[in-house]
């Protein structure tokens, strides 16, 4: 059952209205620098661990060869990085009890 996304300004309106005390400006200033730190960490290397939630890591991605599915030409994938997820335990009990409702 898919509600939509959860866009950035969507997680900035909560946090402004489960905090009120806070300043919008003061709310948008903290998630920027969340999702900079996790960005940071990750361009170097890093893994990044959310207890309860999951981890983020980054994996090389080898160089292939795909077919175009537009073009049906064969073309090269250069080698990268690309970042990997995997939920945590309880993430993964939400995600259960909410598929079974």
């Given at each position: ?23 919008r400006e ?52 250069e080698p ?22």
């Amino acid at each position: 059952m898919n509600r939509g996304s959860l866009k950035k300004k969507d997680l900035i309106r909560k946090l402004q209205d489960q905090n009120p005390e806070l300043f919008r400006e003061d709310v948008v200033e903290i998630v920027n620098m969340v999702f900079d730190a996790m960005t940071n960490a990750l361009a170097e290397g890093r893994r990044i661990e959310v207890r309860g939630f999951g981890n983020f890591s980054v994996t090389p991605q080898k160089a292939r060869e795909f077919i175009n599915p537009k073009t049906g030409k064969l073309t090269k994938c250069e080698p990268g990085k690309r970042v990997v997820f995997r939920a945590g335990k309880n993430l993964v009990k939400v995600l259960e009890k909410s598929s079974d409702e």
